[in-house]
Antibody, heavy 123, light 106 residues
Framework: EVHLVESGGDLVQPGGSLGLSCVASGFIFSGYPMTWVRQAPGKGLEWVSTISGSGVSTYYADSVKGRFTISRDDAKSTLYLQMNSLRVEDTAVYYC????????????????WGQGTLVTVSS | DIQMTQSPSSLSASVGDRVTITCRASQGISNYLAWYQQKPGKSPDLLIYAASTLRSGVPSRFSGSGSGTDFTLTISGLQPEDVATYYCQKYYSAPLTFGGGTKVEI
């Protein structure tokens, strides 16, 4: 069974940094792109970032570009999100999700999702 | 950037009703559209991809249709366990945009 477990969520002050992790199991991690999606309290879903299966290509939402960095360690089957210069509006539950790998690229649908980890940015 | 607009934002229906949710893209996206179900307090689950392909294990009362700019998610025979918020998502190119969601109640 495919399983994704996020961790690292915490309370952090505006301007601070935080790193999230997502440990995957039940599939060949290196064969799939992976994605972070966030959901602010009571709000909808927002795509944050995707990394290709090789790790060579990365994609970011404009709202986080230059502040967040996505990476992966295939030996550990782990996805990361390093978040710097955090803002109040970054407060959200952050989900990692396995991303479909198709002939035309890695920006596809997400299945499955982890349970999420809460990041709160507040003074 | 392509915007995704869902309607309605919420609806209330009875058990057994046919429910239709619409998702409109601001530009044509071929069939590069997925639908997700998010039950209260849970993470989202994939229902449909490529606009009309049902994910394995998803009940057949769920169906999707459309291409280009207009898409529909239909629940044929609403069940109590279908209470959730439903999201469409366009893919293929960045940014990967979600619709605003449709909350379905009974």
């Amino acid at each position: 069974e495919v399983h994704l477990v996020e961790s690292g969520g915490d309370l952090v002050q505006p301007g601070g940094s935080l790193g999230l992790s997502c440990v995957a199991s039940g599939f060949i991690f290196s064969g799939y792109p992976m994605t972070w999606v966030r959901q602010a309290p009571g709000k909808g879903l927002e795509w944050v970032s995707t990394i290709s299966g090789s790790g060579v290509s990365t994609y970011y939402a404009d709202s986080v570009k230059g502040r967040f960095t996505i990476s992966r360690d295939d030996a550990k089957s782990t996805l990361y999100l390093q978040m710097n210069s955090l803002r109040v509006e970054d407060t959200a539950v952050y989900y990692c999700a396995r991303t479909a790998s198709l002939w035309f690229g890695e920006l596809n649908w997400f299945d499955p999702w982890g349970q999420g980890t809460l990041v709160t940015v507040s003074s | 950037d392509i915007q995704m607009t869902q309607s309605p934002s919420s609806l209330s229906a009875s058990v057994g009703d046919r429910v239709t949710i619409t998702c409109r893209a601001s530009q044509g996206i071929s069939n590069y559209l997925a639908w997700y179900q998010q039950k209260p307090g849970k993470s989202p689950d994939l229902l449909i991809y490529a606009a009309s392909t049902l994910r394995s294990g998803v009940p057949s009362r769920f169906s999707g249709s459309g291409s280009g700019t207009d898409f529909t998610l239909t629940i044929s025979g609403l069940q109590p366990e279908d209470v959730a918020t439903y999201y469409c998502q366009k893919y293929y190119s960045a940014p990967l945009t979600f619709g605003g969601g449709t909350k379905v109640e009974i």
